[in-house]
């Protein structure tokens, strides 16, 4: 029998990827038994919610979801329901491998998986304004919460990622000298746990903001970087930088009870229904799932493919300098399968 998935083809450029993708995946030979659900302005047209009860049914028993981008349409009031899941399966490890692939990024031997707590930190939405007299709002505090827990389980992943995909060190990355409290509790908790891998994955830590500079300077040294919610948010932005950019960047979110893979773009509709999409951090995201699923031979198959037809160039989408369409480049990858 098939393993079970849930698949949300998403909005914008969403569906078109999710087709190339799914091209990809069956020349590959994968057999995945999908439950097909809507979130996003889709099912908000189709069932006048974005985020269907029964959506996170599906995800809740198939325990992993492919899921294309969702538009988040500005000032309607509707939440991003790329939030809401991640709460709703408290998906606390975000994982964004980024590597150099092409010409055009600015470095050619990158290799980092940035992995970012997802839950806590600044990002929890614990935030006021105090009005003053003539002044509504005179004052402004956002509270950053850390739990011990919280810290244990990211850091307990990015160890466990390292060993599973052969890597040799984690960077705890922090800001301790001046967040004595919330990223003290992280560096100290990091320095822990990286105990129960001594002699297997080497650790080191860095203040957030030599980080960014570092990177910037000379990628190359970093191996995986653990870190809390908005720093994980900015480096990893910056990482996808360093590398050449959004069309080429997969992106997890892991919980104890759900893993849900996206590509780190969003639903493009400047590009969207043309058939130019670029479907590359999509399909690297599904080789996450495959990888999470048990099927890393697929997984391995399907990614030199994909990256052998990139490096090669002679079919490429237009964000990475080519004219193909997304149909084409899928068809292209598919061949290298045969
Ligand atoms: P975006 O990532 O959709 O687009 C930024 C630029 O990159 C655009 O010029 C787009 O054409 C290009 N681009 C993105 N993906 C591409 C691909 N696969 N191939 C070729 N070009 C690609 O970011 P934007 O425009 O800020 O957001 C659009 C919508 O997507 C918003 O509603 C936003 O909320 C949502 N979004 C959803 C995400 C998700 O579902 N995980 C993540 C980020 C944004
Ligand atoms: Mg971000």
Redesign the pocket.
Known sequence: MSPRATLIRGD??GPE?TAAALAVLDAAGVRIDWDEQLAGVAAMEETGTPLPDATVESIRQTQVALKG????PVGTGFRSV?VALRKEFDLYANVRPAKSLLPGGRYDHVDIVLVRENTEGLYIGFETTIPMPGEPKAVAASVAIVTRRGCQRVVRYAFEYAVAHRRKKVTICHKANILKAVSGLFLEVGREVSREYAGRVAVDDIIIDACAMKLVLDPTPFDVIVTTNMFGDILSDEIAGLVGG??LAPGANFGERAAIF??V???????AGKGV??PS?LLFAACMMLEHMGEPDAARRIRQALEDTLREGEVR?R?VGGNASTQAFADAVSRRLG
Do not use: M
Request: proline share 8%.
């Open positions: 914008g450029i990827i981008p969702l538009t988040t790329n959004l069309g996206e590509a773009h969003g639903s493009a509709p400047d590009i999409a670029n951090a989408t964000d």
